[in-house]
């Protein structure tokens, strides 16, 4: 992936002057404590008080921070404000009314409720076609995925818990109208964040020998 280069006449940004300030040492430490400290917190455990305008502008910004080879920003995220909840209710509804005309009243008001819980939601959307076409779709993908991982981490160092939703919903016309997709776009998940009034133990991580190997010499 061909990201950013670097460009000696370009000004420092405020966040890394910081951490030059803040040493090397220190600022991975820093850092490793943010990435390492983060974990899934369900929808259903978030609560208020959700990002402030401040909190979600940083953010929302971070996701600018992602790998992205020609600059195609192969990603946008939709945000549903509480006066838009009903709407994504009835979307939710009739997906899954489209997939099982024998649905439940019981499980209609399930998918209903999954619109109405953590204080932040957003849809993320992949933009896997167009502009360039030497950045195939997986590269955009990792970008996204990118973009996604800076909105979790900078959500969970200013003190919220994040969750990533997704389901069948996601492929449903429905759902696609609602959001208006695009040719060559995908949802990819909801993104969830508030603050958490619950937390489950976190989960033991993975040895790095187990997803790391070394290509032989021969």
Avoid at 21 to 48: C, K, N
Avoid at 51 to 56: H, K, N, S, V, Y
Avoid at 77 to 89: G, Q, Y
Wanted: proline content about 8%.
């Amino acid at each position: 992936m061909n990201d950013d280069v670097h460009d000696p006449d370009v000004a420092v940004s405020p966040a890394q002057a910081r951490m030059a300030q803040a040493g090397p040492g220190e600022a991975a430490e820093l850092l490793a404590a943010v990435i390492h400290s983060r974990q899934t917190v369900l929808p259903r455990r978030l609560g208020d008080p959700g990002p402030d305008a401040g909190q979600l502008a940083a953010i929302l910004g971070s996701a600018a921070a992602a790998p992205d080879h020609a600059q195609l920003t192969p990603w946008r995220f939709v945000i549903v404000p509480r006066s838009a909840r009903d709407r994504l209710a009835d979307g939710f509804a009739e997906a899954l009314v489209a997939r099982d005309a024998q649905a439940t009243p019981e499980q209609i008001a399930q998918a209903r409720e999954k619109a109405h819980r953590a204080p932040l939601l957003m849809l993320a959307i992949g933009c896997l076609e167009g502009g360039d076409p030497e950045v195939d779709a997986s590269e955009r993908l990792i970008s996204a995925g990118c973009a996604i991982q800076n909105i979790l981490l900078t959500a969970h160092a200013q003190g919220f818990g994040a969750a990533l939703t997704s389901g069948k919903a996601l492929k449903s016309p429905a759902l696609h109208a609602l959001f208006g997709l695009g040719p060559g776009e995908q949802a990819l998940c909801f993104i969830n964040i508030g603050t958490p009034h619950r937390r489950k133990p976190a989960r033991e991580r993975p040895a790095v020998a187990h997803y790391v190997s070394v290509l032989p010499d021969r």
